[in-house]
């Protein structure tokens, strides 16, 4: 990296001997568009650039003070192990040192410093980011934000004004990027989005906030703030320096993460990671509002990278990299508004057909929304998923509730735009026929995808079974073979039956071909 105009403190930090510990030399100088950060081998050092971007204001050496507090305060709270202290850096005759008796003239976060490859991000570039990983994560979001406090004062950064201003603020800092790394129509277009949004949602705002879905959340969730250390997944770099991009909906975070992994081409990835979080938490009404924190989360990495362009201490390789990010980045912000047709599919088959391996592969293809009876019949009953459910929440009426509430929220997603698998049995007509009416009173394409299997194969898939949350047991086979009922002529139309002990991925092509478009 071409060093340029950095600030003494900087300066004499990229010196070994500044240190009073050992340091892996050359050090190594990362810049962000608010920070020098400073690699010495056991530990970072992050330096606050004195900014002020109006969203974020360092511009003052007690400014810069208090938000390494800050920060050291909130991520000691998720990763404690890597935040360490706030240290000074101080004046010492004509020089500097750290954490001297002299005057402070900087103050730098020291955090251990972690290997890199430990980064999500760097798994990510060498291939080794597992959709096992990404299910991790969305079990790891999900227990983050159950724990993460909420407060009345909290919830009122959820009204539609609050959020609003933030991401109108966003418009009025990047406006000046216009004909640069994003067009006229991509600003004009995604703009038009967001106001249309905030202009027929405030409901589902307001359900939000009454649902406590505002909480303190992260607010800076992508793969270069997670890393996998000591055995954990880790959570790292939160938002210390405006509230109103920490106290957010949950849909924030995992909009920044979803927008992140996709703008890297792996939709796959990021469908694993969304699908875990939403069954963890039964937030499937989150889909709502997810679209719009999308194409924020896409406009904000664009915008933030728009800076760097007017940043003197960055040199011209560097800006031009940045500069074709940033275009990225607009336009993924302009694609997330793009209308979409939503749909619906059913898997329907015995317990141990594969309908849950089939709906799960289909998904990860398609980025479509996998609804899980076994899940939603839990979240009704108010028992943890990976616990077993008593005969009670097995009974008719909980049955007939389930499927009642699967197909509403089916329809909820669809309605959004996304393309929905409802994942149960759907093994008599009294259950299918109802989810055939309301696409079709909504104009949904439909799917009917029945998986089969020899009963020799659902009985050991059954009995070999380990760690999922599906109760059932090969001794319910015999029964649900007596109760299901034949396709009638018309769910026909709609069917697509699958061998499961056939090759999968050639049966499924024409239908993923088919929704992708």
Known sequence: MSQVRLPQAIAQMMQGDFYPHPVQEPITLIQTHASFILLTGDYVYKVKKSVNFGFLDYSTLEKRHHFCSEELRLNQQIASQMYLEVVAVTKKGSGLELNGEGEPIEYALKMRQFPQEALLIHQFEQGQLTQVQMEQLGQVVAEFHRQTPTSDYIKSFGTVAKIREAIDNNYQQSQSYIDGPQTRQQFDETKAYS?????????????????????????DLHLKNIARWDNQILLFDRIEFNEAFRFVDVMYDIGFAVMDIEARGRQDLANGFLNTYLEQTGDWQGLQVLRLYLSRQAYVRAKV???????????????????????????LAWQYTQPRQGGLILMSGLSGSGKSTIARQLARATGAIQIRSDAVRKHLAGIPLQSKGSDQIYSPEMTAQTYARLLELGIMVASEGWTVILDAKYDRQGLREPAIAAARDRGLPLEILHCTAPIAVLRDRLNQRQGDIADATADLLDRQQQTAEPFSEDERAYLTSLDTTRDIEAQLTPLITQIIG
């Open 305 to 331: 990278t728009s800076l760097m362009l007017d940043d003197a201490n960055i040199a011209e390789d560097e800006k031009e990299e940045s500069w074709q990010t940033a275009a990225h980045y607009y336009q």
């Open 195 to 219: 106001d249309r949004f905030f202009a027929e949602r405030s409901a589902q705002f307001e359900q939000r906030m009454l649902t406590d879905k505002i909480r303190e959340c992260h607010g």
